[in-house]
């Protein structure tokens, strides 16, 4: 039976991100999954640009974790699922080394393959700006 994406398998892998939890999410990816991020060109100082698993992980999420004092607590405000197509909006929240608020918004779009419903795409949309102070402002 093909999968079948539903709001509250969106709530299962993505929830947990709000306790800062996101194993459930990196287990739903596809390893090469393609995830874009703000856009297809590559920019290092807003982490824009296209990865995989491996490299999101080694290129985005360390590098802005080491920067922050504990890992991003990312809430869904918002939800639809159209077929096998989840877009929502989301609200992150954690602190940075240098002690300010990192209070981001993010628009995801997520593609799911309908045999193995693993994440196949994800077109993420995010406060870049606020991304490129993290880093600029934070030392590892």
Known sequence: ?????TPAHI???VGPAAYGEWKP???????????M??????NEKQRTGTYNVQTWLA??????????TGPVHMK???????????????????????????????CWIMIFNDDTGKVVAI??????????????ENEV
């Open 11 to 13: 709530e299962a892998i």
């Open 76 to 106: 869904i405000d918002h939800l639809d699922v159209v077929g096998s197509k989840a877009i929502f909006e989301a609200s992150g929240f954690a602190t940075q080394k240098n002690g300010k608020p990192y209070n981001n918004k993010f």
């Open 37 to 42: 991020i703000g856009d297809h060109v590559s």
């Open 25 to 35: 999410f990196l287990d739903a990816l596809d390893p090469n999954v393609n995830w």
């Open 123 to 136: 077109r993420e949309y995010i406060n870049s700006a606020l991304l490129r102070e993290v880093f600029e």
């Open 1 to 5: 039976m093909p999968f079948q994406l």
């Open 59 to 68: 290129n985005v999420q360390k590098p802005l974790f080491q920067r922050l």
